[in-house]
């Protein structure tokens, strides 16, 4: 069974006709973004879409799904995206496509995020890959420097030796934090770096997730 597949198709069945969402990034959202390829083609439902990425964007006007940017509307309906973690209060890890800032701006424009994952990206703590944070090119040997002094080993993203830029032209660098005790607190410490775009902690912004397990798919909603 495609654990993805099953979560991510899931999913369009929040979208009405007439909302305005924002499209996530990555294997499991690229699910939902097919379905809802295939209403949009069918004139089975009428949306318009924000995407979090390019490769996100490329998707999307192949499948024919309209796009907008944020000039046609600042508030969205709805985000679905994916993860790379999140623990039982929906704090979330996300960025390792490399998409973290887009995502982030578009969930936080959002009036509910919805995520969609796999049983593998549970976790009782977040922290058990490295913490993806987005930095700008200039001096970011001194950006990492001051991570590293927040106790955790940074290291920068490449790809084919060079390194990663994002979609808004910055690098990323992996950090090594370990299981993360206080996420919210972390997160305000990192912003708080001169040279730092973002972090991959995406905290109190979930508000539902769609887990495809083995036997069943799940569901978890924030407690209010
Ligand atoms: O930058 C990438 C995003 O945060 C993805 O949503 C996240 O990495 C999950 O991707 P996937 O569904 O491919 O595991």
């Known amino acids: 069974m495609n654990l993805k597949k099953l979560a991510g198709e899931k999913a369009v069945e929040f979208i009405t006709d007439g909302m305005t969402i924002g499209l996530g ?20 439902i009428q949306i318009r879409a924000i995407p ?6 490329y998707l999307a006007n192949e499948l024919g799904i309209p796009l907008v940017t944020f000039a ?56 058990k890959f490295p913490l993806p944070i987005e930095v700008v090119p200039f001096a970011w040997e001194v950006t990492a420097k001051r991570i590293e ?17 994002s979609d808004n032209g910055n690098y990323i660098l992996d950090c090594s ?10 997160e305000r410490t990192i912003k708080l770096l001169p040279g730092v775009v973002d972090t991959g902690l995406f905290i109190s912004m979930a508000d539902t997730v769609i887990i495809g397990t083995s036997n069943e798919l799940k569901v978890l909603s924030k407690k209010n």
């Not at 990034?25 to 089975?44: A, F, M, P, Y």
């Not at 979090?52 to 964007?57: E, I, N, V």
């Not at 934090?177 to 972390?186: C, S, V, W």
């Open 177 to 186: 934090f370990g299981y993360i005790e206080n996420p919210a607190k972390l």
């Open 25 to 44: 990034t990555g294997s499991t959202v690229n699910w939902t973004i097919r379905k809802l390829g295939e209403l949009v083609k069918q004139r089975e």
């Open 149 to 165: 002094g927040l106790n955790c080993v940074p290291t920068l993203r490449r790809v084919n030796g060079c390194p990663y830029v």
């Open 52 to 57: 979090t990425s390019q490769q996100t964007s």
């Open 72 to 127: 046609q509307s600042t508030e969205l309906d709805l985000t679905i995206d994916g993860a790379d973690e999140f623990n039982s209060s929906l704090d979330l890890i996300k960025g390792r496509g490399g998409a973290l800032v887009r995502e982030k701006l578009v969930a936080a424009a959002s009036n509910r995020l919805i995520i969609v994952a796999d049983e593998s990206k549970s976790v009782e703590k977040i922290g």
